[in-house]
């Protein structure tokens, strides 16, 4: 069993929907990180979070210790959203321990 | 630059042969990391450098894997003999100091025929 895991691996969505990827990981954290990459396209870092919720726009992610689960929220859904949404944590180490990621399209 | 960058963009080369990949982090990010994302695989970690502590080697794949950080800057990925599971991006990011916000670079594309 990966440490994290993410659902849905695929999800797709009509413009304006609301939508939520989730991810549970079985390994004391640091911290929790949200990432987002477009096709052909590089990383970009969303959230990174240890407990609580966090908002930026449109998004927001959510993390529960005790569950050792979080969300990513998007609100209004848009096609440019469309990308590969992707968690990971800090566990043992300083370095990142990636879920499978979640590949997104948001039709319009 | 204002972000991390890394060359080459992409790189071909031969089975067998050494390849080296450069990272540039952002100025002042003490915390350098090289991450490596297969074709239909997720990303996993390779190499952790912090400041002049001994880097965390714990995710090279095999010993034909080393890296380097000079001067607390610039680093740089070396594949030794390189073989053709070794094609994947290779990824670098930095932050300003442990378990913080990761910036990344864009990759540099390894194809071994």
């Known amino acids: 069993k990966n440490e994290v895991e993410q659902s849905p691996q695929n999800l797709t969505a009509q413009e304006g929907e609301f939508i939520t990827i989730n991810c549970s990981y079985s390994v004391g954290i640091s911290a929790l990180h949200w990432l987002q990459q477009h096709p052909g396209g590089g990383i970009v870092s969303l959230f990174m979070?240890?407990?609580g919720k966090k908002k930026h726009g449109r998004l927001i992610a959510t993390i529960n210790i005790q569950e050792k689960h979080s969300s990513l929220h998007i609100t209004a859904s848009h096609p440019r959203d469309s990308a590969v949404y992707i968690c990971?944590?800090?566990?043992?180490?300083?370095?990142?321990?990636f879920g499978g990621g979640t590949r997104l399209m948001v039709k319009p | 630059g204002a972000g991390v960058s890394q060359s080459p963009s992409n790189k071909v080369t031969e089975k067998g042969k050494d390849v080296e990949l450069r990272c540039d982090p952002i100025s002042g990010h003490t915390a350098l990391y090289w991450y490596r994302q297969s074709l239909g695989q997720g990303l996993e970690f390779l190499i952790y450098f912090q400041g002049n502590s001994a880097p965390d080697k714990s995710g090279l794949p095999s010993d034909r894997f080393s890296a380097e950080r000079t001067g607390g800057s610039v680093s740089t990925l070396t594949i030794q003999r390189t073989q053709q599971e070794d094609s994947a991006v290779y990824l670098c990011?930095?932050?300003?100091?442990?378990?913080?916000?990761?910036?990344f670079g864009p990759g540099t594309r390894l194809l071994v025929l």
């Open positions: 979070l240890s407990s």
């Open positions: 990011a930095s932050s300003s100091r442990a378990v913080e916000t990761q910036y």
């Open positions: 990971a944590v800090n566990n043992a180490g300083n370095m990142l321990t």
